[in-house]
């Protein structure tokens, strides 16, 4: 091994790749049954945190980022001047497993620069995926990000290897997109994603009844969206998830934050896009997939933007008074899901404990509720909060209850 | 009913800490019918003078009576729950499960989630999965020349038992020791097969044994481990106290990237 050259390909090669945050190794099963390294777990694993707070779940690399490409928001991209380095498909099976073996990762997110045409840079990619499952009996977590404009024939491939593939659609919406990325479309992401989901829903169905079906993308496909890189609202980026979601029947959307790494004129000169904005779409996202609100509940074209003080469950409680308070003893599911501060886990909480009697206040604080923010929207045998109705005064209480109690030590200092 | 735990013919039971222990004193409890005040695993962690102290010698068969009849009150899942809290080794655990059971048996409502002994160790066995994930995360092998991989760590809980399943699964073709420093034992793997193993030396293992050292190629791979974890690092987003609450830094020691060096 030539330890000198790896570390600088691996620290150039890891650098160009952490923009990229699509890193869960979660939602795949892969048993170990051939008696070789490894299994997926329906978990994910994070195996280290990095020092601004981030998971490390995979080994997350370019192959090369060398590429005939030029789009504005990547570091990688042709017109910008950077140190360039390539793997062998040999040092990164090698990496991979060693990395594996010592219990660091749960497998391996393997991305690229187009070096030479889509179709080489693929099979390059593919190729890696091959040799750790079928040389090396690797049974952990493969994750091949899929290069735009890549035959059928290498994306089907990828899928036999892979646990999850992915499209990144990168920007928002489809004119700034072309903007800031000549040579890319949405159709062309679009498209591959069309037929990843026709594949995986076929397979499925013939796994169900042909038990030795291929295995195929058993963690599905995800994609990412860069916001605060155009000016696309945070409608636009939820309806477009939204969308993903029910039509192309995605597991996961990221949303990554634009950090100005790019010194491209196509790009704004802002800084960098507020990390809190990236956690109110994953909280809206997740409102989506989980707790049965739709983009409308959230956003409209006259409000196009989420509310960066509140979370927007709680956003949404305010803007419809009308459906407060909700009865703790009677409540449906559905509605105690939209009270907030009240999760999934205390819904199931409090289902249980109505069977065996009346609930209160001091029951719910014992389950997990938050009741900082749950108690003015909740009702219990009758009693409600004085200011359920007067979403203008309860908007302030509910902002930063921490910057309120740093005042009141002020105060009183 | 939930039977009342004070009066004066309540009494502090004192047991070797082990599961099928802490049955025997639930069937202790009942067999003599008289309540708890306590549940300790070391007699002189009682200070109290007026009440009387039992020592309970833990019984297989009783342990085995008192499990077969919680399982078929609560289920499988419920028990594995109930062990799982167990491993906490923590007095105050030990006196729930104990209330638990009581509540099981005397046909209470072990469902009520408004009960504070439901919530109680509803808490208890998700600090325990919270620390066997944990385990499953952190734990770094190193590669020896004997062929055996190896590593230590240093858990809140008594979590090998939880986290030996998920090794085993993992990693089947390899010869592997994990050794918990603080409880002075460990899991040894070979052939899929999962053996506790107890140390000689003192409390502390010595890890890899006296006369072998690591691997050629092993400090290459951490070496180059820890420029990829630096590598992935957005220092202009720093944020200490998160990372800190996702990885406790009582774990750091033992893990390779977090060690100063190389
Ligand atoms: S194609 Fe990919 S690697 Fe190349 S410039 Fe565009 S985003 Fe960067």
Same mark, same amino acid.
């Given at each position: 091994m030539n330890e000198a050259r790896l570390t600088e390909k691996l620290s150039v090669l890891a650098d160009a790749a952490k923009y990229d945050v699509s890193c869960a190794s979660s939602g795949s099963s892969r048993s170990n049954h051939n008696g070789g390294l490894g299994n997926a777990s329906k978990m994910g694993i994070c195996h280290s945190y990095t020092s601004d707070g981030r998971c490390v779940s995979l080994l997350k690399i370019l192959l090369t980022n060398h590429c005939i490409f030029d789009c504005a928001y990547c570091v990688s991209r042709r017109s910008n001047d950077v140190r360039r380095a390539a793997f062998t498909v040999q040092e990164v099976v090698d990496l991979t497993m060693n990395f594996y073996r010592r219990n660091y990762i749960e497998g391996l997110?393997?991305?690229?620069?187009?070096?030479?045409? *889509?179709?080489? $840079?693929?099979?390059?990619?593919?190729?890696?995926? &091959?040799?750790l499952r079928t040389v090396h009996?690797?049974?952990?977590?493969?994750?091949?990000?899929?290069?735009?404009?890549?035959? =059928?024939?290498?994306?089907?491939?990828?899928?036999? /290897? *892979?646990?999850? !593939?992915?499209?990144?659609?990168?920007?928002?919406? #489809?004119?700034?997109?072309?903007?800031?990325a000549p040579e890319k479309t949405h159709e062309q992401a679009i498209k591959p994603m069309r037929y990843l989901h026709k594949t995986i829903v076929g397979l499925k169905e013939e796994r169900a009844v042909v038990k030795r079906a291929p295995l195929f993308a058993p963690a599905g496909q995800s994609?990412? @969206?860069?916001?605060?890189?155009?000016? #696309?609202?945070?409608? $636009?980026?939820?309806?477009?998830?939204?969308? !993903? %979601?029910?039509?192309?029947g995605l597991r996961r959307v990221y949303y990554s934050g634009y950090v100005p790494i790019s010194t491209d004129v196509r790009m704004p000169a802002t800084g960098s896009t507020p990390m809190v904005r990236e956690n109110r779409l994953y909280q809206s996202d997740w409102l989506l997939r989980f707790y049965g609100f739709s983009v409308e509940d959230l956003l409209t074209p006259e409000q196009p933007d989420l509310d960066l003080d509140l979370d927007p469950k709680t956003a949404y409680a305010l803007r419809h008074p009308e459906l407060y308070p909700v009865e703790v003893n009677e409540a449906p599911p559905e509605m105690l899901l939209r009270v907030p501060g009240i999760g999934q886990k205390s819904v199931r909480l409090i289902l249980q404990a109505r069977r065996h009697g009346r609930v209160r206040m001091e029951h719910l604080q014992r389950m997990g509720v938050v009741l900082k923010r749950a108690r003015y929207f909740l009702s219990f045998s009758g009693t409600a909060h004085a200011l359920v109705h007067r979403p203008d005064r309860l908007r302030p209480q509910l902002i930063a209850p921490l910057r309120q109690k740093a005042a009141q030590l002020d105060l009183f200092a | 009913m939930r039977p009342t735990w004070l009066g004066m013919? *309540?009494?502090?039971?004192? %047991?070797?800490?082990? /599961?099928?222990?802490? !049955?025997?004193?639930v069937f202790t409890l009942f067999n003599e019918k008289r309540p708890a005040l306590s549940v300790v695993r070391d007699r002189l962690l009682v200070t109290d003078l007026f009440h009387d102290i039992r020592e309970v010698v833990t019984d297989e068969a009783s342990a085995t009576r008192v499990q077969g009849s919680a399982r078929s009150l609560l289920g499988?899942?419920?028990?594995?729950?109930l062990w799982t809290c167990h491993l906490a080794e923590r007095a105050d655990v030990d006196r729930l499960l104990v209330e638990f059971l009581t509540i099981a048996f005397t046909g209470g409502g072990v469902n009520d989630t408004r009960d504070v002994t439901v919530l109680g160790l509803r808490q208890w066995r998700k600090h325990v999965s919270h620390e066997k994930h944990q385990m499953e995360a952190f734990v770094r092998f190193q590669e020896n020349t004997d062929g055996v991989w190896t590593s230590t760590i240093a858990p809140a809980y008594d979590v090998l038992p939880l986290i030996a399943t998920h090794f085993r699964k993992r990693y089947p073709d390899?010869? /592997?020791?994990?050794?918990? &420093?603080l409880r002075g034992y460990g899991l040894y793997h070979r052939n899929g097969q999962v053996l506790p193993v107890r140390f000689v030396h003192e409390k502390e293992? @010595? @890890?890899?044994?006296?006369?072998?050292?690591?691997? &050629?190629?092993?400090?290459? %791979?951490?070496?180059?481990?820890?420029?990829?974890?630096?590598?992935?690092?957005?220092? =202009?987003?720093?944020? @200490?106290?998160?990372?800190?609450?996702?990885?406790?830094?009582?774990?750091? &020691?033992?893990?390779?990237?977090?060690v100063a060096g190389g």
């Open positions: 997110f393997l991305s690229s620069g187009i070096f030479k045409d *889509a179709d080489t $840079t693929m099979e390059r990619l593919v190729r890696v995926a &091959k040799e009996k690797f049974n952990g977590y493969i994750h091949l990000k899929t290069i735009p404009g890549a035959s =059928e024939a290498l994306i089907h491939e990828a899928g036999l /290897w *892979a646990d999850r !593939l992915s499209i990144n659609i990168e920007i928002p919406s #489809d004119a700034e997109l072309q903007r800031v994609t990412q @969206l860069i916001v605060g890189a155009t000016p #696309d609202s945070d409608h $636009t980026i939820l309806g477009l998830a939204h969308g !993903l %979601y029910q039509q192309q | 013919n *309540a009494r502090h039971y004192v %047991y070797d800490g082990s /599961w099928p222990g802490l !049955l025997t004193v499988a899942r419920r028990m594995r729950d390899m010869e /592997w020791v994990i050794a918990d &420093k293992p @010595l @890890l890899p044994a006296p006369h072998i050292e690591a691997a &050629k190629n092993e400090s290459a %791979y951490v070496a180059l481990w820890k420029t990829y974890f630096r590598s992935v690092d957005i220092p =202009e987003r720093r944020n @200490l106290k998160l990372q800190m609450q996702h990885m406790p830094k009582r774990h750091w &020691k033992h893990m390779v990237e977090m």
